[in-house]
């Protein structure tokens, strides 16, 4: 069989293309995009949150942040390692993050400005990624689809502990309630503007659904999180911030108001309320753990002198 032939036919086949099997350069280069913006998502996705871990309000709600933001980087940390089997070298997608190049996630560039807002990230972002991204279970590539079904499992433990938090400041005093509305009102539209721009909008999914990178079309599971989110909001009391927001049983879904897509295009290209501030806070870590790196090759090339192979080991990025 040909290459081309064998690859289609893997894929036909709904099993996984590995690391050493032949493909085609274009989509090496999807995935290697696709994961790599995933993987950036994860460790800028750390700073709206992390921003809160020195104020949290009590020694139970500080242990649960550190946890979930360590979880984030770790779910950083699988995906660049699943890049890396694709031949993307990690410092070099770094760099490409610091410098713009590549792009993370535009919910990262939204400000945190109570602690409401760490339980409406867990619900709504962490909601709208699970959506996302358990179909991506499926996906063609195997270390990628291996990759996304531990994050999904942790995803979803974010996304009730966020539930839990909101729940629990809805039974608290008005003030809380007013903080947990706030949130939503702030968090909804960007929330459904994170599966991407509309399908007639969207130049890569006709092709990554035909290679089964993806499995649904951003439309698809934008509709799917709204239609799971609906009854989660009338659970919790909040009111979500769309006045076109009703069912509609001849579609047997919600329908919702127009999202503002000059909005996402906007945060997308660098102008949102906290891109810059993002990127700089990602530069500046990097910087700084400049010694960490050298210190990890220094080991390296100590422990590997005198043996056959004086190669000494790559240096692993660290967050
Ligand atoms: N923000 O043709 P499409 C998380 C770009 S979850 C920024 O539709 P595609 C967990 C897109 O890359 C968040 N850019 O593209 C967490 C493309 O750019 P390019 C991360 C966006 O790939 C929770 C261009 O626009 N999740 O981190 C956005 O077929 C809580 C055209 O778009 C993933 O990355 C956007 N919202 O579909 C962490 C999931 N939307 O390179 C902390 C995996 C689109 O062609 C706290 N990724 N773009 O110039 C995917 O499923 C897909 O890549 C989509 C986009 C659906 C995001």
């Not at 990690?90 to 760099?95: H, M």
């Not at 996302?132 to 996906?139: E, G, H, T």
């Not at 599966?195 to 499995?215: C, H, L, V, Y």
């Not at 069912?247 to 000059?262: E, K, L, P, Q």
Request: with cysteine; charged share 25%; glycine share 8%.
């Amino acid at each position: 069989m040909e290459l081309t032939e064998r690859f289609e036919d893997t894929i036909a086949r709904d099993q996984r293309i590995e690391p050493r099997d032949w493909m085609p350069d274009a989509y090496r280069a999807t995935m290697i995009r696709q994961i790599a913006q995933h993987a950036h998502s994860e460790i800028i996705g750390m700073q709206p949150e992390g921003n809160w871990i020195t104020r949290a309000p009590s020694l139970r709600r500080k242990a649960i942040l550190l946890a979930k933001v360590q979880d984030e980087a770790g779910h950083g940390m699988y995906l660049y390692s699943a890049a890396e089997t694709l031949g993307a070298d990690r410092t070099e997608l770094t760099g490409k993050l610091i410098s713009g190049r590549q792009k993370y996630s535009s919910i990262f560039n939204y400000p945190t400005l109570t602690f409401a807002d760490v339980g409406v990230i867990g619900w709504l972002v962490d909601g709208a990624a699970i959506c996302n991204q358990v179909p991506l279970c499926r996906s063609s590539y195997g270390p990628y689809a291996r990759a996304m079904i531990r994050i999904c499992k942790e995803e979803s433990f974010h996304q009730r502990q966020g539930y839990e938090l909101l729940l629990t400041m809805m039974r608290g005093t008005d003030a809380q309630r007013r903080m947990v509305q706030d949130a939503t009102d702030r968090w909804w539209w960007p929330s459904l503007m994170m599966f991407g721009p509309p399908d007639g909008e969207s130049p890569n999914t006709a092709q990554s659904m035909a290679w089964k990178i993806k499995r649904h079309t951003n439309d698809e599971l934008r509709q799917r999180f709204v239609d799971m989110t609906v009854p989660q909001a009338d659970a919790l009391g909040v009111r979500l911030p769309d006045p076109d927001l009703r069912w509609n049983d001849r579609r047997g879904h919600y329908d919702f108001g127009a999202v503002d897509w000059s909005e996402l295009k906007r945060v997308i290209g660098g102008a949102g309320p906290c891109n810059a501030q993002r990127v700089e806070h990602r530069r500046a870590a990097h910087e700084d753990g400049a010694w960490v790196r050298e210190a990890a090759l220094a080991y390296a090339a100590k422990h590997t002198e005198g043996a056959e192979s004086a190669e000494p080991a790559a240096p692993r990025e660290v967050a």
